[in-house]
T-cell receptor, first 116, second 114 residues
């Protein structure tokens, strides 16, 4: 079974600064997907960024980028130029590559606070 | 384009009762998954429905059951409610057509069992 670990329950960053959220995972599969989801107080889980394990290039979406280290089973999220609207719970999630095995396995989350 | 919708928003039930939660997937989506998110935790996978059948199930007891209708909407039923069933229940949908695998989440139903 796959597991996802987020070792930082809470993080804070000054507005406009950069912050990195950590995530490690354990799997015996060679192909899979990794995601970062954001959950603001409104509760709606919003996809921030995704990474396919077979791609060596790290994914980037505007101010959000990942550092994917497959051998180390590490998948960190970097948020640049932090904005007040980035304040939320951030969850790292794993999904198997195989059709029919689509459950998302989530970590316990990191609460990100933005300091004005 | 409406996203994933869930009803009701909040629900309060008593131990031993039964509850039904509803989900309408995003337009064009045919697969629905349900997750339980306890306070302060990450979501836990309950099950997934595709073509009106349960395709995959997480580690949840048989008290948790579901259904998918021909229009792809879905229901989650929980029987004999326990205090520990209090949680946010999230529905997620995705489309199996095309090469896409992202799941889109609804706003959730907050269930409180007293």
């Amino acid at each position: 079974a796959q597991t996802v670990t987020q070792s930082q329950p809470e993080m804070s960053v000054q507005e406009a600064e950069t912050v990195t959220l950590s995530c490690t995972y354990d799997t015996s599969e060679s192909d899979y997907y990794l995601f970062w989801y954001k959950q603001p107080p409104s509760r709606q889980m919003i996809l921030v960024i995704r990474q396919e394990a077979y791609k060596q290039q790290n994914a980037t979406e505007n101010r959000f980028s990942v550092n994917f280290q497959k051998a180390a089973k590490s998948f960190s999220l970097k948020i640049s130029d932090s904005q007040l609207g980035d304040a939320a719970m951030y969850f790292c999630a794993y999904r198997s590559y195989f059709f029919g095995n689509e459950k998302l396995t989530f970590g316990t989350g990191t609460r990100l606070t933005i300091i004005p | 384009d409406a996203g994933v919708t869930q009803s009701p928003t909040h629900l309060i039930k008593t131990r031993g009762q039964q509850v039904t939660l509803r989900c309408s997937p995003k337009s064009g989506h045919d697969t629905v998954s349900w997750y339980q998110q306890a306070l302060g935790q990450g979501p836990q996978f309950i099950f997934q429905y595709y073509e009106e059948e349960e395709r995959q199930r997480g580690n949840f007891p048989d008290r948790f059951s579901g259904h998918q209708f021909p229009n792809y909407s879905s229901e989650l039923n929980v029987n004999a409610l326990l205090l520990g069933d209090s949680a946010l229940y999230l529905c997620a949908s995705r489309s199996t057509s095309g090469f896409t695998y992202e799941q889109y989440f609804g706003p959730g139903t907050r269930l409180t069992v007293t």
